[in-house]
């Protein structure tokens, strides 16, 4: 198993634990994710991210947003390759989709309920240091680029790719980061011990 996770986060206790299990006890998936909660710089829950659980809803939300969180992955390597490519340097900030639409080639994919992930959100975040329009027209490419590669996107998810895509393009880039908490459905937070 291969356990995701940046540095300058947190993860509960039982995070690697919960996902092995889950792993032995379903050959049939490929990665497991989890919850997310979000923390600034003095580990101050500031919000939370909810994922779908199953392989059908992850796979159907993951052309409109990302479905899971790439620091709770945990990756079955018995599912993949001998020389399977984790990540690419053609969508730098964007990789993490790439290798999440990768995955989805390979088995199922869910979410645990429970909470794995803290994730820090402070201004030296790498992805708040580039261009967000930029960012999102790469992960956009990436989308696109799974659907000649067999993925069936639902009229529902492609809509609201398009739709994403549009709202990018017109509004400014300031604005961005705040449309898409918006868009994605991230909450304030819910009191939660670590």
Not at 18 to 40: A, T
Not at 79 to 106: C, G, I, M, V
Not at 137 to 160: D, E, H, V
């Amino acid at each position: 198993f291969i356990a995701r996770f940046d540095a300058d986060d947190l993860m509960s206790k039982d995070r690697l634990e919960k996902q092995i299990n889950f792993l032995k006890q379903n050959s049939d998936v490929v990665v497991i994710g989890g919850q997310c909660v979000l923390i600034d710089e003095n580990d101050k829950i500031i919000g939370e991210k909810k994922f779908p659980l199953k392989d059908n809803e992850i796979k159907e939300s993951g052309f409109y947003l990302m479905s899971l969180q790439a620091g709770s992955m945990m990756i079955n390597r018995k599912k993949l390759p001998e020389n399977f490519t984790y990540y690419s340097t053609k969508y730098r900030f964007a990789e993490d989709h790439e290798l999440l639409f990768k995955l989805f080639q390979y088995g199922k994919v869910a979410n645990l309920p429970d909470v794995l992930l803290f994730y820090r959100q402070h201004e030296s975040n790498s992805i708040k240091q580039v261009n967000s329009k930029s960012v999102f027209r790469s992960i956009c490419a990436i989308r696109f680029n799974t659907i000649k590669r067999g993925y069936k996107p639902t009229i529902k998810s492609f809509t609201l790719c398009l739709l994403q895509l549009i709202i990018v393009n017109f509004i400014p880039e300031k604005l961005i980061p705040m449309v898409f908490a918006i868009l994605r459905g991230t909450t304030q937070p819910l009191q939660i011990s670590k």
